[in-house]
């Protein structure tokens, strides 16, 4: 993706920990010579080598995996926090802008077995039901229920390439504690979470 040389996050474990909290992202590849994009859980792990992968699945109904090819290249998308800058809030006559942070994540895919993938469910489960107030547990559940992954089709993303764009005003560095003021004071949890980065950027 196009990113402003003031944009560009290159801080590879800041970008890490950002993929294992916002992990729903977007799988795209080319089906029938059109860009096809699935909403999933995208889970960023790492492999017997050490080499960062994504894991995930999807339905076997889904005609995106009838294109999943070792020598295909995805693009995996991730959507952190955005919000709405306006230029009132700036010293000097600007346009509004907005502010915001995405991650791009480019690898070859791999499909998993069967029991390949059953395993990476039960981690990514596992990894949920953590916050849930009565956690269940791949393993409590019954054979017939578990069937299911037979409608799935799990994968590896092998990473080639991790693009970040952390677009936090960083060219309006005298105006950043009263944008800071502004975002706190609106509700959304955009503006509220873009508030906090804006801070543990702000020098």
Known sequence: MYIPPHYNNQNIEEIKDFLRNNSFGILINIVDDKPWGT?????????????????????????????????????????????????????????PTWNYIAVHVYGNLKVLTEEETMQSMHRLVDKYEKVSKNPISLKNLSPKTL??????????????????????????????????????????????????HMKGKAT
């Open 39 to 95: 909403h999933i859980p995208l889970e960023l792990e790492t492999d017997e080598n050490g080499n960062d992968i994504l894991v995930g699945h999807i339905a076997k109904a889904n005609p995106q995996w009838k294109n999943f090819t070792a020598k295909t290249e995805v693009l995996c998308i991730f959507n952190g926090p955005h919000a709405y800058i306006s230029s009132s809030w700036y010293k000097e006559e600007e346009v």
């Open 147 to 196: 069937r299911q992954v037979k409608g799935v089709v799990g994968f590896k993303v092998q990473v080639s390439d991790i693009q970040a764009t952390y677009k936090l005003s960083q060219t309006q560095a005298n105006d950043h504690h009263k944008i800071i003021s502004e975002l706190e004071e609106i509700p959304d949890p955009g503006s509220q979470d873009i508030a906090q």
